[in-house]
């Protein structure tokens, strides 16, 4: 099974700042990684796919990077919204896993 | 993009067994997996199987195997996941996804059902 390592655990940053979540996989996951989004009381919301294309609707605010074990994604001038937790998932082995989390939350 | 909508809370006790519905609309059905995830109360996500609805074949976290069991049902477009022997441990929300793909990331993902196992 294949560990993903997310931090940190919580990151906290001001609006309009930039946010750097990173995210680890235990063996190479080539470029099969997800980011999702999760607000309280809400189901996750897929952001970005393939490392780094964005999803349908993911404001440009949102970049991923990285393929292999090291994944990185990179939020630009922080909104209110963008308050929350996220997760990664590797989808290139069996069976799927998630990260733990980060939680972004406002300084 | 399609839409995912689950079935309502259910509360069970320990050792009782749960079906959960979730009722696939706007996309054609058997082009796309499905996964299940869960999330315990506090707690992240929980990957815990997959089924390609074209052939329902399947795949089940080592934690639940043997106590799940994912099926569809291609002429109501709805995918269900049965948990048996249920746990306190087992007490969570659980979501369906709609994949990229049979194999991808989630792209769509259900309302979530809550489940709670409690004596």
């Known amino acids: 099974e294949i560990e993903m390592t997310q931090s940190p655990a919580t990151l906290s940053v001001s609006p309009g700042e930039r946010a750097t979540l990173s995210c680890r996989a235990s063996?190479?996951?080539?470029?099969?990684l997800a980011w999702y989004q999760q607000k309280p009381g809400q189901a996750p919301r897929l952001l970005i796919y393939g490392a780094y294309n964005r999803a349908t609707g993911t404001p440009a605010r949102f970049s991923g990077s990285g393929s292999g074990t090291e994944f990185t994604l990179t939020i630009t001038g922080l909104q209110s919204e963008d308050f929350a937790v996220y997760y990664c998932q590797q989808y290139n082995n069996w069976p799927r896993t998630f990260g733990q989390g980060t939680r972004l939350e406002i300084k | 993009q399609g839409q995912l909508v689950q079935s309502g809370a259910e509360v069970k006790r320990p050792g009782a067994s749960v079906k959960v519905s979730c009722k696939a609309s706007g996309y054609t059905f058997i082009d796309y997996g499905i996964s299940w995830v869960r999330q315990a109360p506090g707690q992240g996500l929980e990957w815990i199987g997959w089924?390609?609805?074209?052939?329902?074949?399947?795949d089940y976290a080592q934690k639940v195997q043997g106590r799940v069991t994912l099926t569809t049902d291609t002429s109501t477009t709805t995918a269900y996941m049965e948990l048996r022997s249920l746990r306190s441990d087992d007490t969570a929300v659980y979501y369906c996804?709609?994949?990229?793909?049979?194999?991808?990331?989630?792209?769509?993902w259900g309302q979530g059902t809550l489940v709670a196992v409690s004596s």
């Open positions: 063996h190479t996951v080539s470029s099969n």
């Open positions: 996804a709609r994949l990229r793909g049979i194999y991808g990331d989630n792209v769509v």
């Open positions: 089924i390609n609805p074209y052939n329902r074949n399947t």
